[in-house]
Structures are given as structure tokens and as C-alpha cells.
């Protein structure tokens, strides 16, 4: 069975930092771009980083360019949003997915293979 598991959210305060880890299992990440999103409440399911399946290209959203790095480890078949500086706007459950394709960074929801259950960020004092 091909899964995705997001782990890693939890509360922190503003200015903290927080390690996401998105874990493979029943497939081999190496053939897979990854990416991450984040939906907070009431609001729509957006974009945040995505890295391809080399690890050579990443992209970030506008909101957390600076502060987040993605990264992965293809050997442990896991990828990681490093958070940093986070502001209470980055409060979300956040998502990674994987597209099977080599090279390429894609962050667009619908473009998405498969999708972890999501983890829970909260940043708050």
C-alpha cells in the first residue's frame, strides 16, 4: 500500500522553529517530485514548497520564501520542511504529496499523486 506520512507539527511560538518529515512507504521516493501545502481554517488549501525528486530544484511560496527549506533524504525515502521563523499566519495543517516525475519541482494541488493525512501546526504565544 502507497503511503505518505507527514510528521513533525505540533505548537510553537512566534519566531520558533519547527522540523516537518513527509515518510514513503510501499514505493520509492527516488522517482518522486514531493510537495508541500498547508490549509488553515476556513481558508483554501495552498502551495508552500516543493522539491523534485533529485533534490537539485526546490521552489517556495511568496509567504515563506527565506523562512522554510525543503529538503530529502532518498536513502531514508523522506523528505523535510524546515521551518523557521514562523509567524502565527503559518498556523495550518500542512500536507505533503508526491508526482511520479524526475526534475521537476511541482506545486500545484491538482497535479498530485498521492497525499499524506497532514500534521498540525500551531503557532502561537
Known amino acids: 500500500q502507497l503511503q505518505l506520512a507527514e510528521s513533525g507539527g505540533g505548537l510553537v511560538q512566534p519566531g520558533g522553529s519547527l522540523r516537518l518529515s513527509c515518510a514513503a512507504s510501499g514505493f520509492t521516493l527516488d522517482y518522486y517530485g514531493i510537495g508541500w501545502f498547508r490549509q488553515a481554517p476556513g481558508k483554501e488549501r495552498e502551495g508552500v514548497s516543493c522539491?523534485?525528486?533529485?533534490?537539485?530544484?526546490?521552489n517556495y511560496a511568496d509567504s515563506v520564501k527565506g523562512r522554510f527549506t525543503s529538503s530529502r533524504d532518498n536513502a531514508k525515502n523522506t523528505v523535510y520542511l524546515q521551518m523557521n521563523s514562523l509567524k502565527p499566519e503559518d498556523t495550518a495543517v500542512y500536507y505533503c504529496?508526491?508526482?511520479?516525475?524526475?526534475?521537476?519541482?511541482?506545486?500545484?494541488?491538482?497535479?498530485?499523486?498521492?497525499w499524506g493525512k497532514g500534521t498540525l501546526v500551531t503557532v502561537s504565544s
Open positions: 504529496a508526491a508526482v511520479r516525475v524526475r526534475g521537476m519541482c511541482v506545486m500545484a494541488s491538482n497535479d498530485m499523486d498521492y
Open positions: 522539491i523534485s525528486s533529485s533534490g537539485r530544484s526546490t
